[in-house]
């Protein structure tokens, strides 16, 4: 037997649990994040200016540091293009339209958050490489995948790609097919009314799954470091060439590279933090 409680009962009990009780999960919660969020990137920045200013900027405009920061940018670019076009499309076929496969086909795009990214880049080494299933074939027309920035921007791509999609697809099935109807009813084309209606319904949730699928996109290592092949200068995004410069101990360079990706995070925590504040209010009004 289910007993309907009122909200506010159940509000008014969560306020009311012992003093002890409260402050004791407040007390281990703060210390958590501490520990394991804030003590990392305090260190991160500590050890980057650690023997000054001089030499923090000396390491970010070292050849072989510029060169990561570009092949970053660039891969987020385009993982970023990509991703946005797919996922308005298949949030779009998923929320406004009944197919046989629809479940599989949600089940296909959560599928990079269930496989390792280090997997993800051994399937494109199947597929792409000397001994792959189209390795031949690519090596004939002189054409080079892997180990280059095509491959690195697909392995990314892949692994970057639920982000927008997962935003997208609730907002808009929850949002309905109302107003689409009653503007193609009125005589609106059917660009029109997706320019018109469909996208300002669903900006905000465009943007914060942008904003996700950019930060993992620069942040990835797993897949991009199986298909990158690791040259020096070319192939090396900066979470490849953090590792490489603290394994050869040159830790001044290496937390400066992590400083400024762990920088980039951080714009990207304030930035999302407006987003759902922008989300929340759109779902009220739309509520309302």
Not at 120 to 131: D, H, I, N
Not at 227 to 243: A, D, F, K, Q, Y
Request: include cysteine; charged fraction near 15%.
């Amino acid at each position: 037997m289910v007993i309907n409680r009122p909200k506010s009962a159940s509000a008014h009990e969560i306020r009311t649990e012992p003093f002890l009780v409260r402050w004791t999960l407040i007390t281990i919660a703060i210390l958590f994040l501490t520990i394991f969020v804030v003590l990392p990137l305090v260190v991160v920045f500590t050890e980057a200016f650690s023997r000054g200013i001089s030499a923090y900027l000396a390491a970010l405009s070292e050849p072989e540091a510029l060169s990561a920061i570009r092949l970053t940018l660039t891969i987020a670019a385009i993982s970023v293009g990509l991703n946005l076009v797919f996922g308005v499309i298949a949030a779009w076929a998923i929320a406004k339209f009944e197919f046989p496969g629809k479940v599989f086909l949600i089940t296909l795009i959560d599928l990079p958050f269930s496989v390792s990214p280090v997997i993800s880049g051994l399937v494109f080494v199947l597929l792409f490489g000397a001994q792959g299933y189209f390795g031949t074939w690519l090596m004939s027309h002189n054409i080079q995948i892997l180990f280059a920035v095509p491959g690195i921007a697909l392995a990314t791509t892949f692994v970057t790609f639920p982000f927008v999609a997962r935003e997208l697809i609730p907002l808009m099935q929850e949002q309905g097919t109302q107003e689409e109807e009653a503007a193609i009813s009125l005589g609106a084309s059917g660009l029109r009314t997706f320019l018109r209606v469909t996208i300002p319904n669903i900006k905000w949730g465009i943007l914060y799954g942008v904003l996700l699928c950019n930060a993992r996109a620069m942040g990835e290592f797993g897949a991009v470091s199986v298909v990158s092949g690791h040259i020096r200068g070319e192939t090396n995004t900066m979470p490849l060439l953090v590792e490489i410069l603290y394994n050869e101990y040159q830790f001044v360079a290496s937390f400066a590279i992590a400083s400024l990706l762990a920088f980039l995070a951080l714009v990207t925590l304030i930035v999302k933090t407006i987003l759902e504040s922008h989300l929340e209010e759109g779902q009220s009004e739309s509520d309302d």
